[in-house]
């Protein structure tokens, strides 16, 4: 099970950080990620980080904005985002996969809207 938290409304150049509860496995052996959808469009992909923590990847558009970690210890990964922007406004989803140390997402979280005022 996925659990996020941390969504809310926040004015432009503000900073949220989500936090992603997993349970009902090992967490360490699995991918976390984040994607989005914003009102009226697809799923976008956010960011993944490893099994250990080590390796991120971003998509372009959040970039040197928004960082991924996670605590192993706690089964929590996070997503601060800083310096957001309204086209950043969405629900976010935080997911894992079903294969350990795979980067295929087949999980998903219900989701946290976040909104950001210009």
């Known amino acids: 099970q996925l659990a996020e938290s941390g969504g809310g409304l926040v004015q432009a150049g503000g900073s949220l950080r989500l936090s992603c509860v997993a349970s009902?496995?090992?967490?360490?052996?699995?991918?976390m990620g984040w994607f989005r959808q914003a009102p009226g469009k697809g799923r976008e992909f956010v960011g993944t980080?490893?099994?250990?923590?080590?390796?991120?990847n971003y998509a372009d558009s959040v970039k040197g904005r928004f960082t991924i970690s996670r605590d192993n210890t706690l089964e929590t990964v996070y997503l601060q985002m800083n310096n957001l922007k309204p086209e950043d406004t969405a629900v976010y989803y935080c997911?894992?996969?079903?294969?350990?140390?795979?980067?295929?997402?087949?999980?998903w979280g219900k989701g946290t809207l976040v909104t950001v005022a210009s």
């Open positions: 997911v894992t996969g079903s294969t350990p140390y795979d980067y295929a997402m087949d999980y």
């Open positions: 009902g496995r090992t967490f360490d052996m699995y991918v």
């Open positions: 980080i490893s099994w250990s923590g080590d390796k991120t």
